[in-house]
Structures are given as structure tokens and as C-alpha cells.
């Protein structure tokens, strides 16, 4: 059975030979135990060799294909599967052939310990594979020789040569061959002689195969079959369909019989020439038409590939630089280039081809002229129309510009204009390498490319602009939303998401009711819809709820989408998210009207509830009585345990009042120290003390401060309506009177108003008439608190104090006597004083000084003057000088206001809005006043480390500040918490007692180390 195997194995037309491995891991170990004879007539080498060298298979390979074989190998080894490999393995004659080798693993337990391999001989399939392709591919003197040699080294052949017999000839011209003199090919002719093989091949179309040259009778053979020797070969006619074309013709020096397969395989090579010289003289027979074509071909190529540039390319410079590329290496052109036409000359942006050095040498002193009409560029441009050139030496006038076009082969040339919209901006110039390039067809394609290039500059224009405001769009913080006539959401912008919380994704296809709040009435929405469905804008602010529950204000527009007849296609909405705003402004209206330590109201409102209190009185004819309370020694508080205690401490009296009276009366705070009571319905005045007793009482109950217990008595002065008075401001001022007097008196007291508490008056008449003299007397000095950067923390200014000595009344503190200089108008002339020394002591340190104006000054027309004259007389520049104004004095005539202002901004002094956030400020005005700085006010900065609503607001107005471009002062910073809240917010300028008290100048100048 074995024998029986190992004959098989003999006889079979392949390689078969087996390969185990010692170690499967190691290829080095591999040994060859079989290889069949088949191995001999394909290699020349025999089994027994290569059973001896197992390398030796290896060392036959293909340098070119070594490293394939061996990777093929190692694939085998490491996944034991089946691969198959074709290479080339050089024969023992020197020659090489190609094989195809497949291997198969040979597996014991899953270990590899082998494989087998069969190998075929493929040489004249590849061979025919390679003339294929070569004839596809190469021209046809270069497939002939290709096919002779390829031919020869498969066949084993001695010579092989092809004739072409050329059309209209009687003889055949060797135009190939493999095994002759080289110098004979395309000399060397054959005549058409009846009675050669030659002749018969041609004629009859039919396949000559000579097994021995000695013997054959049918043909005389050349004589030169005989000096060279040859015994044996085959001739096939070369033929297209029909008509003959040639012979190819292989031949032995040996007698050999050639098999079937050797036959059809040169059968296969004739066919392919005759194919190859088919086409040839196709193409040769109609080149004039083919090239025409061929240029048809190339331009429609030019133009779809410039097609998909125009489509694909988003920047002009490359777009144009990928159209020139494409004119040259498909269009055939020489050269193309582009320019723009820029201050009346050609600027040139892309080229391509043979252009080097042709602007600087040649085209630029004509391209200079271009508005001119000069050149053929002049008048493409000159005339909005594509200029043809078809003869350079006829056609160009120009004798610098024509010489160097000839010389660089420009033939032939056409200069095209480029537009953006209507404008011609551009030329676009094409050459040529042949005379009369340009006929009517190519004239139309090159047009068609010219109207390409104009319409994806046009675009790319228009798409810059466009991509410009969807970028602007996209990254506006205003709310930008588009939808169609019916309502349906088609874009919304990143701000859209940011405000509403909504995703795009959540927003598209949807309709803007994801935004209701249930605020807007249906006739809100009727008006909205009439106006913007009858193409008008519609405008207003919406009330809109988050997709997180929460409302949001847009003062918004919705404007119609109209298309190109005035119809209503869609909206877009443009808004502005305005809560931040509006939750401000409510902020602010309750600081106006609300004290923010106790949340009580403040004296504003107190006074407008007394007002209506009065008048809902006098219709009950009932009485009403109005309480001025103050709190006895709390200055002490502020100072023992800091103004943070002293808030708090402010709060539980205020409940505590609070808890004495009943619902229906008012209870506000009107000061540092002082609240202020409305009783109202009250029938009897002797109801009164009852109250009062309550009150009392209830602040009998020491007060925990910082584990002591604090007990706070009260001062309370009373005016009774209509007994004392029926108008608001008449009880105000009486109840103020009752409770001086109270503080005269004993503790925890209370004292109606009686008329003899009117001389009370010729205190303040008295503490006049020495306020007259004290300026003259100079009884006045100024202390200065410094102010400091809080980035730096170094000094930046002072803040100049007014204070009064009286050699008569002693220590008067600003609270008793500006009050007094301001209802007699000596505010003006002191105010001037203080001005001056402030400024003197800005010319002496080189540092900022501000001084506070009363709002009787500020009112005063000849104010600006009189700093200018304060400015000029110290020789300062202004911007040394801040002049800080309350915010009420400011809001109670803003045009006044603002005129005043300028007039001091012209000085170049600085300008502080100061007690921010006390009074009750426009934002609309804020922004059209000239001022530089926002001066918070104490009351908010003293609670920042503990209340969060001061912190909100603090913070709201340094951010606001930020936002017109202002600066911000914090005052009151009396410890380490404060000052590190304010400098984490931002705050520019900070001031207060944890910083530096009010001080003489001399300590003022120490601190500044002068």
C-alpha cells in the first residue's frame, strides 16, 4: 500500500514533498523526509539534494520574495492552518519560475509536528498575467519586448521573435525578439514568399508547430534557421478579428515535441499582441479624432474633478490651488495660474506647471497694466470675457510677454475672468502646448470650469459671512431661537440651552409652550400672534419656566421670516436673559424700603405707612399715635463686642417690639439705634402707656451676647395724632422732639410731646451761631482714613472726615453738626475748606484723596467751578480728587445730576456713587452716568460673613459694577472674614477700622511713611 502511495505520489504532475519540525517553535529545526522526482524537472535539482539540505528550497527563492515565503511560513507554525504561497524559485540553469506552493500542518495532540507541501509550476500563468497587464499598461514596443523575454525564460526557448506585417506592406518587419542581435529589431524585414511557415502562419490564420526542421517538408525554411541551428519551434499567427497582423514565432535548437498546454499557452501570448496591435492601430488610424477626444475627455475630467474641489473645499486659497493642479495634470494644460486684481495690479494667489520665473520675467509688467486693457489678461478683465489666444506668435502684440511665452512652449492660451457676484476680481489664465488648442467645444468646457471657480468664490464668500453669524449666533450669550410659521422649533442657540436648561435635541420639533409659566394671559399671546402673523416685530418681556421648574425673564423679540414675496415662512426670537436684573431690581426696591439687618421698614416706608395711616384715621375719626424708640447706650454694644454682635442685637430688640404690639401696626427701623412705631385704631390716649408697658416688659429680659447677658433699656418719645399734629412730617418731627427729651430723663422711660418741649430748638439755634464762627475760628480739622487696594494691600488713598472742636460746646460729633451746616447752607463754605485741604494733602503724598459732598453743595450751580479752582490753586491734576455723592442726592434730580457731572468729569476728577444699594437707583440711568466708582455701603458689609442675602447682595452690586466698567469701595471691613469675602469677590477697594481708623495728618503721613 505504501508502494502503491509513493508511486502515486511520482507520478503526479506536482511538487509534493513532507517537512517535520524537531521543535515546532523553531523553524531552524525543520527537516525535509520527502520530496517527489517532479521536484527534478521543475528545478533541475533532485530529491536527494534537498532531502540532504533542508535550507537548500529556501536559498532558491527569490531575493524579492524571501521575506513573504518566510512570514507565510511562520503564519503556518503559529495559527496550524492550511496557507498557500506563490514566489519565485530560480532554477539549476539559473533561470527563475514561479510556483505555487500550499502547505499543509500536520498535527499530533493538537502540536504541530509538520506539514506537507505540494507545489505547482505557474510561470506561464504568470506570465500571461504580466503581458496582460504590460498591454494594458505600457506601450506597444515595450509589450513586444516584455513578451519575447518573458516568453523565452518560460518556454526554454533558444529565440523568440515577433513580425508585424504594417499595413499596405508585402513584407514583415521584425519588431522583437529574444536570442538575436538587438540592432536587427525594426531593420530587419522578411518578405511575404509562399512556401515559408512564415507566409502560411500569416495567410492561413493557423498555428505552425515543427517538431524537427530536418524533417519537415512542408515549408523552406530561412536561411538563417539553419546558421543558427534551430531544430524545432512554433509559429501563431498575431491576428485581430478578422485581418492578420504579424507572426510570433519560438524556436529550439533542440528536436522537442511541445504539449498541449505549451501550445495553448503560446496561443494565449499571440492573442494578447493581437489585441495590443489591434488597438494601436486603432488609435493610430484615428489619432487626430482620439486626441481631440482624449482632450474632450481630459477637460470633462477637469471639470468634475474641479466640480468636486468647488464642492469639497471650504477655503478659496486651496481650492483654487487643487484647480490649477487639476488643469495641468488632467486638463494636458502647460500652465494655469490665478490672480486677483488688487490696487490696479494682478496679484497672483495659485499656480501650477511650467510657470517658474514667468511672472517676474515676463508677466508682471504687463499684469500691472491690467485695468489698462494690456495683454490678453487686460482685456479678459477690461472686457468681462474670456480672450483666446490660438497662435502666441500671431496673436500676442505684446513682443516681451510673446517672446516669453514661446520660449516656455505656450502655443496657446485663454485668459478668463473671475467673479465674485457681478464683479470681475480676477483672472484665470490656461496654456497651452499646441497651436489652435481652444475650438468651440473647448472654448465652452474651459468656460464651464471658469463658471465654477466664480461660483465657489461667490459661495465661499457668502459661506464666510454666513459661517461668521453662525458662529456669532452660535456664541452669543443673547437667546437666539428660529422656528417655522406654525410654531415648531427649528434652531435654538447655546445660550437657549444655558438659560432653559433644555437640549437642543429636547427643543427641535417642539413648539416654545415647553417654555410656559402660566404668567401671560391669553390676550398676552392673542396680541403676540396677530402681530407677528401680520409680519410685524413683536417685543416685550416673557416670564418663561426652566426645564428645572424655575422662572426666567427674556426681554425678548420676535421678528417675522419672510420670503422672497413678503409671505410669513417662520420667527426668529432674539432675547436677553434679564433675571439676573430683575431679581436685582427687586433687591434693590427692598433695600429701599426695608431695613436689611432686622427685614424691617426703613424710614422711607415708615413714612409712606404713616402717611396712609393718617388718612384711613381721619375717616375712622379715631386717634393715632406715632412712637420714636432709641436704644439707650447701644453705641457701647457696637464698640465692646463689634457692629456683627450689635446687628444681632438689633434684631431681638426688634422682635421684641415687635411682639408688643399688634398686627395691624407699623414697626420700623429709622436708624443705627432707632425704630419707629404707627399704633393705629387707637381710642384713647391713655391706651398709650399700656403699650408702652408691654414694650417695657418685654425688654426687661436680659440679651445674650457672646455668652453675657446684656440688658438694653429704651428711650421712647410719643406724638399723638390729631392732638400733636395731622400731618405726617409735623408728627414725625414732634415724636423726634418727645424722645430727646426722654434720653434726658431717666432710662426706659417714655415722653409724650408737650409744646415747652419746643425750646429744645434753642440748642440747635445755639450750636448754629457757634457753627458761624467756627470756620473762622478754625475749630474744624480733618482726619483722613486711609483706603487700600485689596489685591495689593497697600495704601491708595484717604477718605478726608470732617470733624468739629468747639472751644465753647468741646467735641461735636458729624452727626449733630453737618445736619446743622447743611439747613443753613454753611455746608457750602466748609465744604470748599475741606475740598482745599484735601487736595493740599493729595499735592503733598502723590495719592488720591476723596471728600464727601453734601447733597446742598452738589445742588449748588457754581460746585464744579469751585473744585476746578481748588484743583488749579494746589497745582494737582484731577484725577487726584474722588468726590463722593449719596446715591439719593443723585437719583433726586438725574438730569441735573448728569449734567453736573460732566462738567466735573471734564476736570478729570473721579466719581464715587456712595451708600450703594441704600437708595433706590435705575440701572437704565446708572449706565449713562459718569462715574467710576460704587461705594458699598456699611450696612451690607458688616453682615457679609454671616448673612447670605447681604452676601448676594454685596457681591451683586461688585458684579454689576464690573459690568459698566466700574470700580468698587467696600466700607465698614472690620475684621479678617470680611476682608477675605470682598477680595474672593473681586472688590477693588475696601476701608474700615480692621484696616485703619480716621486719623490726624501727621499719623496720615506715617502710614505712607512720609
Partial sequence: MLEGKSLFLEIINDIIYMVSFEDSDNPATAQVQYINSKVKDLTGYSPEEFIKDPSLWMTLVHPKDTERVMKATLKLIKRKESITREYRVKTKEGSYIWVEDRLIPVLEKDRLIGFVGVARDITKRKVLEDLSLEALEVNLKELFEQSVSLLREAMNADLVVIYEVPEGEEEAVLRAGSGINRKLIDRYKLPLQEGTEFYYTYTSRKPVVVKDVEKEKRFKFTPDTYILGLKSGICLPIRGEEEPYGTLCVYFKDVKSLSQEEID????????????????????????????????????????????????????ESMLAQVCYSCVNFGGFKAAWV?????????????CGDIEGFFEEVEAPVLRKVREGVG?????????????NNDTEENVKEDRLREGMLKRGYLSSVSIPLRKGNDVVGIFALYAGEKNFFDEDTEKLVREIADEVSFSLTYMEKEKTLHTLSLAVEQTSDWVLITDKEGNIQYANRAVE???????????????????????????????????????????????????????????????IKDSFGNVVGFVATGKDITHEKELKEKLNYIAYYDPVTELPNRTNFIERLKFSISRTKLLNRNLAVLFIDVDRFKYVNDTYGYPVGDEVLKVIAQRIKDAVREGDTIARLGSDEFGVVLVDIAHKEDIPKVMDKIFSNMEKPIEVEGKEVVLTLSVGIAVFPEDGTEAEDLVKKAEMA???????????????REDMNTHITELVLMERHLFRALERAEFVVHYQPYFDLKSMKAVGFEALLRWNSDDLGFVFPSKFIPILESTGLIIKVGEWLLKEACRLAETTGKSVSVNVSPVQFKDKDFPRKVERAIEECGIEGGYITLEITESTIMDDVEFAKKSLRRLKKLGVKVAIDDFGTGYSSLAYLKLLPVDFLKIDVSFVRDIDRDPDDRAIVNAIIQLAKNLGLRTVAEGIENEKHLEILKSMGCDIGQGYHLARPMPEEEALRVLEI
Fill in 739 to 753: 424722645l430727646a427729651h426722654a434720653k434726658e430723663d431717666v432710662r426706659n422711660s417714655y415722653q409724650f410731646f
Fill in 265 to 316: 499557452f503560446v496561443k494565449s501570448v499571440s492573442n494578447i499582441l493581437g489585441l495590443a496591435i489591434r488597438r494601436h492601430r486603432y488609435e493610430r488610424g484615428f489619432e487626430e479624432s482620439e486626441k481631440k477626444l482624449q482632450k474632450a475627455n481630459r477637460l470633462y475630467r477637469t471639470l468634475s474633478v474641479i466640480s468636486e474641489i468647488v464642492l469639497r473645499e471650504k477655503e478659496p
Fill in 339 to 351: 490672480g486677483f486684481v488688487e490696487n490696479g495690479e494682478v496679484k497672483v494667489v495659485s499656480s
Fill in 498 to 560: 444655558e438659560i432653559s436648561g433644555y437640549s437642543v435635541r429636547e427643543l427641535i420639533g417642539d413648539t416654545p409652550k415647553i417654555f410656559k409659566s402660566g404668567r401671560h394671559g391669553k390676550n398676552f399671546y392673542k396680541r403676540l400672534w396677530e402681530k407677528v402673523l401680520a409680519g410685524e416685530t413683536f417685543r416685550s418681556v416673557f416670564i418663561n419656566r426652566g426645564k428645572d421648574g424655575k422662572l426666567f425673564y427674556l426681554d425678548q423679540t420676535i421678528t417675522p
Fill in 376 to 388: 490678453p489678461c487686460g482685456r479678459a478683465f477690461l472686457t468681462g470675457d474670456l480672450v483666446v
